[in-house]
């Protein structure tokens, strides 16, 4: 790391802090000393389906530059267009009407990220349904995501997709074949996860980070086990943080690294907390060749 090279911006996703009305879950982050905020839209934190979104996003905007907070916005909540399926309908959904349910999601969700002058907003394909070939898939994902891009550049809001293992696009190859297909946007960019490298990417975390820099506009953060996706506290995984964190200075990351803990919201102000503090142990902040701070707290 170079003397210039920009530190990482920490955020919390509310998504792991649902017990916590968005008002105090704010507070919260701002008083532990987060730069940010991971903002999921969901039905207890800006919903985005309820009346009078823009004024209740007007609101939000104002509270976040009270508390001096930055933000992204998230499109991952489990139940938001579907009370029985988790994350449905989704962008590859058989049914058309299904599929146009969600891009009108994506697209209210693109006014929120612009109303909030959020960095990017975060999306993901969804499990390919029982019975549909991966070809027809990724044609119904690409068709599905062009308005949603067409909202984002009109915006000036780039568009964040997130591999998400077992959905469709679930790997930084699966990431640069959609680029490919709709032919480069200059709005299309990426959301990586730092635990899903760790779970199914070949490359190491920071190698990771730096393959996706160029197209790097959202981060989230958590520990993982290789093989096995489940968003574990820092320490609880086999991630070596100081590298990753590492990595996104050297390669100039502008976002925020969003600590990603949806299981934990029953404690979320304790994992808030405790999420900030090791993270802040384990960025390295001396030069090339002085001896590296050590990464306290770490059972990895």
């Avoid at 067409?150 to 959609?178: I, N």
């Avoid at 070949?202 to 996706?229: F, K, N, S, Y």
Wanted: hydrophobic residues 40%; aromatic residues 4%; contains cysteine.
């Amino acid at each position: 790391m170079t003397l210039d090279a920009p530190l990482p911006r920490f955020g919390y996703g509310t998504n792991g802090l649902t017990d916590l009305r968005l008002d105090d879950a704010l507070g919260l982050l701002a008083d532990l000393g987060y730069d940010g905020v991971g903002l999921t839209l969901d039905h207890m934190h800006l919903d985005p389906l309820a009346p009078d979104l823009s004024a209740r996003t007007d609101r939000v905007a104002h509270r976040l530059a009270a508390l001096g907070l930055e933000v992204t916005v998230e499109t991952g909540a489990r139940y938001v267009l579907d009370p029985r399926r988790k994350h449905g309908p989704s962008l590859l959904d058989p049914d058309p009407e299904a599929r146009a349910r969600r891009v009108d999601l994506l697209i209210r969700a693109v006014r929120v990220a612009a109303d909030l002058d959020a960095h990017a907003l975060h999306c993901f394909s969804g499990i390919t349904p029982v019975g549909t070939d991966e070809d027809t898939a990724w044609k119904r994902l690409a068709d599905s995501l062009t308005p949603v891009l067409e909202a984002a550049a009109t915006a000036g809001v780039p568009l964040a997709v997130e591999p998400e293992p077992g959905h469709l696009l679930a790997t930084l190859a699966d990431f640069h074949r959609l680029r490919h297909a709709l032919g480069d946007p200059e709005h299309l960019g990426l959301t990586l996860d730092i635990g899903h490298c760790q779970c199914l990417e070949p490359l190491p975390p920071a190698d990771c980070v730096r393959a996706a820099a160029p197209w790097l506009r959202h981060v989230q953060i958590e520990d993982m086990r290789r093989g096995v996706h489940e968003h574990l506290p820092f320490g609880e995984g086999e991630i070596d943080f100081p590298p990753v964190l590492a990595a996104l200075s050297a390669t100039a990351y502008q976002g925020l690294a969003v600590v990603e803990l949806p299981r934990h919201s029953h404690a979320g102000p304790h994992y808030a907390a405790l999420s900030l503090a090791f993270l802040r142990r384990a960025t390295p902040t001396d030069p090339p060749g002085a001896p590296s701070a050590t990464q306290e707290g770490s059972t990895t």
